[in-house]
């Protein structure tokens, strides 16, 4: 069953995203990506987002750039938890996107990530810890990866050392 639905604004927005989908891929969680604009597209945005409570899907991920009202309005469509991704797709670095995403009025939360890669990579796992909650073998993942990276910043020490 896909528990994640993952809304883009464009196609280049994909090649940031890979790193969420390529994530929960590792993790083992179902996802389907839609590209899907709140500006070029609003009709189809609010089809997928009303549909998506029957399609399965337990969390949304909605990633865009320059004004990046895509998570907002997605997020004004369901009581689904809505996490945006602001990108970095113009000349203002995503911080643009960032508050767009981020500052949304009191009544219609979004989780919102830090800009680029490094959201979207957290986004995966946001959205993992989500279904963690009721997933206890999703859980034990999600520990062994912060375990993996603890190791991976250790043994990156250890490397130092033995240069020095
Ligand atoms: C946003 O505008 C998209 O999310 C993308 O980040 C940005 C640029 O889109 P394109 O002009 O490359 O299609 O809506």
């Given amino acids: 069953m896909k528990r994640v639905m993952i809304l ?3 196609k280049s927005d994909l090649s940031t995203m890979e790193n969420t989908s390529g994530l929960l891929d590792e993790l083992g969680i179902g996802y389907d990506v839609f590209i899907a604009s709140a500006h070029r597209t609003p009709e189809y945005v609010r089809e997928l987002v009303l549909g ?8 949304i991920i909605a ?6 009202h895509l998570a907002g309005v997605v997020a004004a469509h369901t009581t689904l938890p809505v996490i945006g991704v602001p990108l970095d797709s113009s000349s203002l670095q995503g911080i643009d996107a960032l508050l767009s995403t981020a500052q ?9 990530m830090g ?3 490094a959201g979207a990579i957290n986004a995966a796992l946001f959205a993992a810890e989500i279904l963690a909650l009721s997933d206890e073998k999703l859980a034990k993942s999600l520990e062994r990866y912060r375990e993996a990276q603890k190791e991976k910043v250790l ?3 250890e490397d130092l050392s033995g240069k020095k």
């Fill in 63 to 68: 990633a865009a750039g320059y004004a990046a």
């Fill in 115 to 117: 800009i680029g890669k």
């Fill in 8 to 10: 883009m604004g464009s």
């Fill in 52 to 59: 998506a409570p029957k399609q399965g899907y337990k969390v």
């Fill in 155 to 157: 043994r990156s020490n």
């Fill in 104 to 112: 949304m009025p009191g009544g219609v939360p979004v989780a919102s």
